[in-house]
């Protein structure tokens, strides 16, 4: 079979197209008095960032969700190894009363999927990388390999991975605007090595049902890792042309995936 590869503009109609889609349906859910009470009655949703990125990268997510009652709340990660972000996650989540739908960008897959938290309902992996035990994160990062817009990782002088302004425009956000291009390179938060490389335990996945954003032109982490990793875990899969960053710019699509993750895990 051939692929058709379409270009950067017919790209950006076919996301807009989605989100038009789902920007209706969340519309029409904002004015259903039924589907607004349950969202009060449901779950917290936890937003964790991956790397790169910081809790801003939610925003417009949370502004969706607000929209319907939904309660959220977001996890800052230092990212200096993947223990103290486990513990980082595990403080939020002591803190909240009742039951939690964990929501992971890349790197924080393998954090929600770490917890042990019996509040924990649901796991919602957006573009997420989800290791199996005994796996690292750098072992299913790189399961396919990379495409050629997909930037150059490694170490910096202060231990840590940077990615440069250029990535955010290439391969992170590609369809982000300019500002907020500049304004998340400004903002990013390095991962260190030792977050990537640690063997993970019995993933929280195994436990709970999982939902997947695949985002299908994302240049950090391949088409085909993420589909492999979705099918692995069972998940109840979305697949949309969008890049590595949804959450900034397509956060309907991520919206409307979390509040199917809130019906579900209520009924």
Not at 123 to 145: C, K, S
Not at 163 to 189: D, G, H, I, M, N
Not at 252 to 259: C, R, Y
């Amino acid at each position: 079979m051939k692929l058709l590869k379409v270009t950067a503009p017919y790209c950006n109609c076919l996301q807009e197209v989605w989100c038009k889609r789902v920007d209706e349906r969340m519309k029409t859910s904002i004015g259903n008095e039924e589907r607004l009470e349950m969202a009060q009655l449901s779950a917290t949703v936890v937003l964790v960032h991956g790397a790169w990125a910081d809790e801003s990268s939610w925003k417009k997510v949370r502004d969706w969700l607000d929209k319907i009652s939904v309660k959220t709340v977001t996890v800052g990660l230092l990212m200096a190894s993947l223990k103290e972000d486990v513990t980082t996650l595990d403080m939020v989540l002591a803190a909240i009363d009742g039951p939690v739908i964990l929501v992971g960008h890349a790197y924080a897959g393998a954090v929600i999927a770490e917890t042990q938290s019996a509040q924990v309902k649901a796991l919602v992996y957006i573009a997420g990388l989800a290791p199996d035990e005994g796996e690292t994160v750098v072992d299913v990062f790189n399961r396919f390999g990379h495409d050629d817009q997909a930037p150059v990782l490694e170490p910096a002088s202060d231990g840590r991975i940077w990615l440069s302004p250029e990535a955010f425009v290439t391969a992170f956000a590609q369809y982000a605007t300019a500002e907020e291009q500049k304004a998340l390179a400004t903002a990013q938060r390095p991962i260190s090595p030792a977050c990537i490389v640690t063997p993970v335990g019995t993933p929280l996945w195994k436990r709970v049902p999982t939902w997947y954003l695949v985002a299908q032109h994302d240049h950090m982490i391949p088409e085909k890792t993420q589909r492999f990793m979705a099918d692995r875990i069972g998940a109840h899969t979305r697949a949309y042309p969008v890049d590595h960053l949804p959450s900034v710019t397509a956060p309907s699509l991520v919206a409307d995936i979390i509040v199917d993750a809130l019906n579900v895990s209520a009924a």
